[in-house]
T-cell receptor
Framework: DSGVTQTPKHLITATGQRVTLRCSPR?????VYWYQQSLDQGLQFLIQ???????AKGNILERFSAQQFPDLHSELNLSSLELGDSALYFC????????????????FGPGTRLTVL | GQNIDQPTEMTATEGAIVQINCTYQ??????LFWYQQHAGEAPTFLSY????GLEEKGRFSSFLSRSKGYSYLLLKELQMKDSASYLC????????????FGTGTRLTVIP
């Protein structure tokens, strides 16, 4: 158990709908990262938040957005869902997320499996 | 940008040793990580290298050569539970110090 929690574990929805995925980082971690992993694909970095502020953006679609709240939990919002959005969505957290400490390690949550029908 | 290359699949025998290679090209190298991922589960951290050389952690070791853009993960005394994907990830200063993952190597351990 990494200490990172994600809810829900599974989500089944229809095309065109909107969903929200939730992540709580490990105690003491300030950075949260979101990744998408499609079938047989590598982990694709979506976005990073550090202490409530967006720090880096990866291959995140405009239909997707995220935020990090004062208690450091984060939510990923996916809207106008398409069949191709079906994937595992992972959240990870790390202590500082700025590369200041070279050993800063990301620990992953169990993921949310999203199925769009 | 970042380019990370790993073999797609490998097979090895229980009790044996296997080496999984990773080559990378990145403009602001700031560390290399190995993760293990069982199908449908979260990646779990295995090892980290930022300086050249070998880091040993029980049955797992990881090696880095920065001048060659090369790393390997060495798994000894293979067990059936080691069947998983092994992900190589590079931290890049020019990419906001985020991790960039290879597509992973799927290792199958056979009896």
């Amino acid at each position: 158990d990494s200490g990172v929690t994600q809810t829900p574990k599974h989500l089944i929805t229809a095309t065109g709908q909107r969903v929200t995925l939730r992540c709580s980082p490990r105690s003491g971690d300030l950075s949260v990262y979101w990744y998408q992993q499609s079938l047989d694909q590598g982990l694709q970095f979506l976005i990073q938040y550090y202490n409530g502020e967006e720090r880096a953006k990866g291959n995140i679609l405009e239909r997707f957005s995220a935020q990090q709240f004062p208690d450091l939990h984060s939510e990923l919002n996916l809207s106008s869902l398409e069949l191709g959005d079906s994937a595992l969505y992972f959240c990870a957290s790390s202590v500082e997320g700025q590369g200041i400490t070279s050993t800063d390690t990301q620990y992953f949550g169990p993921g949310t499996r999203l199925t769009v029908l | 940008g970042q380019n990370i290359d790993q073999p797609t699949e490998m097979t090895a025998t229980e009790g044996a040793i296997v080496q999984i290679n990773c080559t990378y090209q990145t403009s602001g190298f700031n560390g290399l990580f190995w993760y293990q991922q069982h199908a449908g589960e979260a990646p779990t951290f295995l090892s980290y290298n930022v300086l050249d050389g070998l880091e040993e952690k029980g049955r797992f070791s990881s090696f880095l050569s920065r001048s060659k853009g090369y790393s390997y993960l060495l798994l000894k005394e293979l067990q059936m539970k080691d069947s998983a994907s092994y992900l190589c990830a590079v931290r890049d200063r020019t990419g906001a110090n985020n991790l960039f993952f290879g597509t992973g190597t799927r290792l199958t351990v056979i009896p």
